[in-house]
């Protein structure tokens, strides 16, 4: 269930939220997006988090049961999940940081554009691992 979150989240964002951010000013760009990453920065970890070990835990529970498709199809969640940490932490998370200062300052970088732009770039990414780590996830539960 955790992972469906992640998944949603980032499914909204890269189909709603990108069109809708390039339609706005700099300032309200600045201060939607450094708000909504100032909260998300805090909430989503916990959703994310319970669903990497939920999978890892499950697909080792899988190969101790001898259930060697879920398993397999676990560890492939648990991939999934793995770059697409990777992708966050390295590309999203920084941006974030970022428009969170700057909202927190009240001020409006000159790159605000260059930086949405920067996160748009792997949001469609991110929500395909998710999708794919859900999928995974929910074929590793049938084959049980």
Request: charged share 15%; proline share 3%; with cysteine.
């Amino acid at each position: 269930m955790t992972t469906a979150v992640v998944y949603g989240t980032d499914f909204f964002c890269a189909l709603v939220l990108r069109t809708a951010l390039a339609r706005i000013d700099d300032r309200a760009l600045t201060a939607a997006t450094g708000r909504i990453h100032e909260v998300a920065d805090k909430r989503m970890p916990i959703p994310g988090a319970i669903g990497v070990v939920a999978a890892v835990v499950a697909a080792g529970a899988a190969f101790l049961d001898g259930k060697a498709a879920a398993g397999i199809l676990a560890a492939a969640a648990v991939v999934a999940l793995a770059i697409w940490l990777g992708i966050y932490a390295r590309v999203s998370a920084p941006v974030n940081k970022e428009l969170t200062a700057a909202v927190l300052a009240d001020r409006v970088p000159v790159d605000v554009r260059d930086m949405q732009r920067t996160w748009d770039s792997v949001i469609v990414v991110r929500a395909i691992l998710q999708g794919i780590a859900l999928v995974a996830l929910f074929l590793a539960a049938l084959s049980v």
